[in-house]
Structures are given as structure tokens and as C-alpha cells.
T-cell receptor, first 111, second 115 residues
Framework: LAKTTQPISMDSYEGQEVNITCSHN???????ITWYQQFPSQGPRFIIQ???TKVTNEVASLFIPADRKSSTLSLPRVSLSDTAVYYC????????????FGQGTTLQVKP | GAGVSQSPSNKVTEKGKDVELRCDPI?????LYWYRQRLGQGLEFLIY????????KSGLPSDRFSAERTGESVSTLTIQRTQQEDSAVYLC?????????????FGPGTRLLVL
């Protein structure tokens, strides 16, 4: 499975837009890009998934450039409750479905 | 149930004892996964079930770890002769299918502390 690289931590303030970029230079042709969110003492929760270009749902947007070697998770107008660890994962093409998690990005939203 | 449930939520045991961790996946989900998360770290894959079969056990750290699934439902992760390095949160997830595109739904985890 493709290895991902993302910042270890980020700080933001309430109401700001937060963009977390993930690098995945070795992404395979059929791999999808998926982001999970994890709050303290909870299991990860699916946020968004995409293959190329842009995907938007009620929680976030995901921007994927044409070469697919990186992706950016965009959280609009964050609140204190968005403080969490965000994981970028790449995979899905013919594997068992197991997810390979890196250390993720710890987002701290301040008032 | 509405989501993935795990029990116990917390487990404290003494080194050398055996422990059993239980996972109840979302009804109808054929795929079930176990992960381990050490403090401050990402998740490590342990084992994957498709139905009651485990085609991928590649993440089990040693032969002290085993898991089974019955009735295409409940799964039990057993750790024999626990060691202090086994202390971690053990997370279970389930999904409709086994592909990586499928959303995995995680339980709250079992926090294991080996003294």
C-alpha cells in the first residue's frame, strides 16, 4: 500500500478554514484516497474519499490534483469540536481492505 | 445494533494472564478488522475476516495473538500470556465488503493495560 506523508500537527482558530495536505507519491492507478478523523478515546471515523479532482460533502472537501501524488483535506470554518487527529490513507486496489494508518495530523483548534 | 460495539471498554490484567476482547460488528457487514493503537501512534492492522474466514493474518505480532469469528458476526481477539508491550487500545472495524474503498466503521475500542 502507498505510503503517505502528512504534517504531524497544525494549529488553527475557530472560524478559519483548515487545509491539511497529504503526499502519496507512490499511489497506484486504482487506489482511492480516504481521510479519517479520530477524537480522543474514540475509534476513527470516515470523513471523505476521492479518486481525482474534487469531492465535497457536508463535512469537508477533498482536492486531488491531476497527478494524484498529493491530496488536500479542507475543513471550512473549523470549530473547537474539530480538534482531532486526521489520517490520510491510500489504497483499495485489490487488497484485503486493511487500512494502513500513519501518525496522522493532530489539529488543534483554538478559541 | 446501530454501530460497532466492543467489550470490555477497559481491561487491566497482570503480565502472563490471557485476555479475550470481543467485537460485535454492524449487522450484515461481512468484513471485520482488528487494529491496535499504541499511545500517540496510528493504528496497526492485526487481522481481517471475510465472513468467518481470516484470509489476512499478517498483522498479528506473535503466536500469542489469535482471533476467531463465528456466525459471520461476533469476533474475539485473544492474547495469551500478556506482556507489558501488549498495552494498547484494540479497535475493531467492520464494512460491507473487503475492498479498501469501502468505509470501515470503527468501534470505541478496548483499552488494555498489562501490569
Amino acid at each position: 500500500l502507498a505510503k503517505t506523508t502528512q504534517p504531524i500537527s497544525m494549529d488553527s482558530y475557530e472560524g478559519q478554514e483548515v487545509n491539511i495536505t497529504c503526499s502519496h507519491n507512490n499511489i497506484a492507478t486504482n487506489d482511492y484516497i480516504t481521510w479519517y478523523q479520530q477524537f480522543p478515546s474514540q475509534g476513527p471515523r470516515f470523513i471523505i474519499q476521492g479518486y481525482k479532482t474534487k469531492v465535497t460533502n457536508e463535512v469537508a472537501s477533498l482536492f486531488i490534483p491531476a497527478d494524484r501524488k498529493s491530496s488536500t483535506l479542507s475543513l471550512p470554518r473549523v470549530s473547537l469540536s474539530d480538534t482531532a487527529v486526521y489520517y490520510c490513507l491510500v489504497g483499495g486496489s485489490g487488497n484485503t481492505g486493511k487500512l494502513i494508518f500513519g501518525q496522522g495530523t493532530t489539529l488543534q483548534v483554538k478559541p | 445494533g446501530a454501530g460497532v460495539s466492543q467489550s470490555p471498554s477497559n481491561k487491566v490484567t497482570e503480565k502472563g494472564k490471557d485476555v479475550e476482547l470481543r467485537c460485535d460488528p454492524i449487522s450484515g457487514h461481512t468484513a471485520l478488522y482488528w487494529y491496535r493503537q499504541r499511545l500517540g501512534q496510528g493504528l496497526e492492522f492485526l487481522i481481517y475476516f471475510q465472513g468467518n474466514s481470516a484470509p489476512d493474518k499478517s498483522g498479528l505480532p506473535s503466536d500469542r495473538f489469535s482471533a476467531e469469528r463465528t456466525g459471520e458476526s461476533v469476533s474475539t481477539l485473544t492474547i495469551q500470556r500478556t506482556q507489558q508491550e501488549d498495552s494498547a487500545v484494540y479497535l475493531c472495524a467492520s464494512s460491507h465488503q473487503r475492498t479498501g474503498q469501502e468505509t470501515q466503521y470503527f468501534g470505541p475500542g478496548t483499552r488494555l493495560l498489562v501490569l
